[in-house]
């Protein structure tokens, strides 16, 4: 018997995603055709998860652990709603904050200012919000001036760094991370770390996906340990962790 | 849909779109004005004298010409939507009509905006003004509906076959010289004009030439097949686009 203490936000529900690994990419209606007709249209079923299924309490850390290709970012997409699953059921309660490949929204020839509106309001932010939040992104990003300069012409690391500063101008409810994200110089890591460390006090949900154990007992409460799609195992942080490294050790 | 959420970030898409076109030239939004001007007056000069049984034909071919490039300006858009967005769709969870909507809207301000080159025309040309222009929103309507439905259409099968982008660009050209646009209808031969009668846009740009340049009440049969055309075409692009969106972000 399950007791459940706090209110569950995200429901993974016996969920599967199957990809389907054509051995040639067909991207042609003549090729299509052809194949159609020469019945030459193998796909390969790939599950990159299958029969997965996890609850997430409000103000749960919980690290995602597994080697490559084991579907921890895949699940991650799936929770974010970028994919939907093949089977099974995802349920999301609040708002989601997924800080996955910052500045994918931004235009190369939007100066800053008209790329903190862009990228903000694919964040699903309102106008008010981002204007009530613009001076704070343009001073923590530090681009000063730069702010009126198109962005192809930023040194990458300043592209970074306001794109940084406006994912994470919000207080996240639910909080989905790949890796801990340190962007910029060595001082701006530094702030940039500091920052993260402030959006994960109080009673955020994460979701915190990485390869390194330490760090995921770190930042985690709970883990969740994916292998090849499958779900071992979940649990306390440590427990899963240290199981998972035996059998990192054993595999060597 | 929850429509009302997006409705920011929709502006903030068509905006990108239409500062993005004329940025860095330097007479900008005015290319809006000058390139329908420009067209207008070399089509002029090349066949108004072989086709002079056409009264007026400055404005004879704008309403045609002007109908046509929003529908092959705003398919065309929207086809490539997707494709286009790629690195955003596979990152952040927008609902993905956006991409297509916003592209065809974009099309619509600027479409909206030479209209007034139009007007410009038909007051040099001595056109009467009537109050049948307003009777022209209407056929405007049905050719939005048109182009969304059209556009939703070849975003959904552009993402499976890339193949599409070309054989829509040998479609448009044909569709252009299909519909009497800088040609009379009548020197099409008898056995041929059913091409005509089962033209969509053919039935949307007889109703604009009847408001603006004829001054008259349009053939209501014309309106009827052109919202009629426009709402099956809308209709069928958001069945379509709803069944296949969610295995987009494994082709783009």
Redesign the interface.
């Known amino acids: 018997m399950v007791i459940i203490l706090g209110e569950t936000v995200i429901t993974v529900d016996n969920v599967g995603m199957e990809f389907n690994l054509s051995q040639e990419k067909i991207d042609s209606l003549k090729e299509y055709f052809i194949k159609f007709l020469k019945r030459e249209l193998h796909f390969q079923p790939f599950w990159a998860l299958k029969n997965v299924s996890m609850m997430v309490e409000k103000g749960d850390r919980v690290g995602l652990v597994g080697l490559n290709g084991a579907g921890k970012s895949t699940l991650l997409k799936l929770i974010s709603g970028v994919m939907k699953p093949t089977e099974g059921q995802i349920t999301v309660k609040g708002r989601l904050s997924p800080l996955l490949a910052l500045g994918a929204g931004f235009d190369p020839s939007y100066t800053g200012r008209e790329n903190i509106f862009l990228y903000g309001s694919l964040m699903g932010h309102s106008k008010r919000f981002i204007e009530s939040k613009f001076d704070e992104i343009v001073e923590f990003s530090e681009i000063g001036d730069f702010i009126d300069v198109p962005l192809k012409n930023y040194s990458s690391g300043m592209g970074a760094r306001l794109a940084f500063s406006i994912a994470t101008a919000v207080q996240p409810e639910i909080l989905i991370l790949d890796e801990v994200l340190s962007v910029g110089d060595a001082k701006f890591q530094e702030k940039s770390r500091q920052k993260m460390n402030s959006l994960m006090e109080g009673d955020v949900t994460i979701l915190f996906v990485s390869h390194s154990t330490d760090q995921v007992r770190k930042i985690c409460d709970k883990a969740v340990w994916l292998h090849h799609g499958k779900l071992i195992d979940q649990g306390p942080v440590d427990e899963i962790c240290d199981s998972y490294e035996k059998f990192m050790q054993l595999k060597e | 849909m929850n429509f009302n ?2 409705r ?2 929709l ?2 898409l068509v905006k ?1 779109d239409i ?2 076109k004329y ?1 860095r030239s330097v007479l900008g939004i005015f290319w809006s004005f000058l390139e329908p001007l420009g067209s207008m007056i070399v089509l002029t000069i090349v066949f108004s004298t072989l086709f002079n049984r056409i009264e007026n034909f400055p404005v004879y071919y704008l309403t045609g010409m002007l109908a046509y490039q929003f529908f092959a300006g705003g398919t065309n858009a929207a086809m490539r939507s997707m494709v286009g967005n790629a ?8 609902p993905k009509y956006l991409y297509s909507l916003s592209a065809i809207i974009s099309n619509f301000v600027t479409f909206l905006l030479s209209l007034i080159v139009l007007f410009m025309v038909m007051a040099v040309t001595n056109v009467n003004f009537t109050m049948y222009i307003i009777f022209a929103s209407l056929p405007i309507l049905a050719l939005l509906l048109l182009t969304i439905g059209a556009g939703l259409i070849m975003a959904t099968v552009n993402v ?5 982008q070309y ?1 829509y660009g040998i479609f448009l050209m044909m569709l252009m010289y299909l519909t009497p646009i800088f040609y009379p209808a009548e020197i099409v031969p008898e056995s041929f004009r059913f091409i005509q009668d089962y033209n969509p846009l053919f039935a949307i740009i007889q109703c604009c030439r009847s408001s603006f340049l004829y001054g008259t009440l349009y053939n209501m049969q014309d309106l009827l097949f052109a919202m009629g055309s426009g709402v099956v075409a809308l209709v069928i692009g958001i069945f379509i686009f709803y069944k296949y969106q ?1 295995r987009f ?3 783009v």
């Not at chain 2, 690195?87 to 927008?94: A, E, M």
């Not at chain 2, 499976?160 to 599409?164: A, G, K, L, N, V």
């Open positions: 959420k997006y920011y970030l502006n903030q990108r500062k993005l940025r690195s955003i769709l596979k990152t952040i969870y927008i499976f076959f890339r193949d599409m054989l969610d972000i494994l082709y």
